[in-house]
């Protein structure tokens, strides 16, 4: 079973370039979102998704864009990369209403430099 | 907005000892209360979780944690740590945020080391 995959698994960006991080899940959960991790922070929301065309912000979503096309793929865009944004992204998605398991793919670690 | 604290950043603890990591939310109704493992390098995986019904949840590889309400605790256990037992783990708990849906929340983690 796929579960949850993000790619790429590692990126390197200079300040100022734009990229998505790609995920895509394949257990038909209508609720997806994406976190990051640095140290001694633990996971904090950048944005989610509660189905198809509905997004909407976490704590941390200043930087960061998302859109929700279809059920499968929730990408995260970044459109001016900053070293602040250097990371671990974390893609997760889950059932809808009261979130009983989320289901986390493998991370991306990115580094702006 | 939820909280959850996570009382001790690094725990070591010796192999077979018993491992003890706390975890207090904040929350005016029971909410849905999970434990994450994160092995190095890897995303996060449920370990246990408290949605409704028995306190005493049980959990894989031999973990299990207790929700106190009163205590607003759910601290997670295990009797005898196993090397392998080494990785972060993560307290988070599920409730409605303001705009009606809702979000995990996580806390700050708490690595465990496993001494030989």
């Known amino acids: 079973n796929a579960g949850v995959t993000q790619t790429p698994k590692f990126q390197v960006l200079k300040t100022g370039q734009s990229m998505t991080l790609q995920c895509a899940q394949d257990?038909?959960?209508?609720?997806m979102s994406w976190y990051r991790q640095d140290p001694g922070m633990g996971l904090r929301l950048i944005h989610y998704?509660?189905?198809?065309?509905?997004?909407d912000q976490g704590e941390v979503p200043n930087g960061y864009n998302v859109s929700r096309s279809t059920t499968e793929d929730f990408p995260l865009r970044l459109l001016s990369a900053a070293p602040s944004q250097t990371s671990v992204y974390f893609c997760?998605?889950?059932?809808?209403?009261?979130?009983?398991?989320?289901?986390f793919g493998q991370g991306t670690r990115l580094t702006v430099v | 907005a939820q909280s959850v604290t996570q009382l001790g950043s690094h725990v070591s603890v010796s192999e077979g000892a018993l491992v003890l990591l706390r975890c207090n939310y904040s929350?005016?109704?029971?909410?849905?209360l999970f434990w994450y493992v994160q092995y190095p390098n890897q995303g996060l995986q449920l370990l246990l979780k408290?949605?409704?019904?028995?306190?005493l949840v049980k959990g894989i590889n031999g973990f299990e944690a207790e929700f106190k309400k009163s205590e607003t605790s759910f601290h997670l256990t295990k009797p005898s740590a196993h090397m392998s037992d080494a990785a972060e783990y993560f307290c988070?708990?599920?409730?409605?945020?303001?705009?009606?849906?809702?979000?995990?929340?996580f806390g700050k983690g708490t690595k465990l080391s496993v001494i030989p």
């Open positions: 997760a998605s889950s059932y809808p209403g009261a979130i009983k398991e989320a289901f």
């Open positions: 257990m038909n959960h209508e609720y």
């Open positions: 998704s509660v189905g198809a065309g509905i997004t």
């Open positions: 929350s005016s109704v029971p909410p849905y």
């Open positions: 408290y949605t409704t019904g028995a306190t």
């Open positions: 988070a708990v599920s409730d409605k945020s303001g705009a009606g849906s809702y979000q995990l929340t």
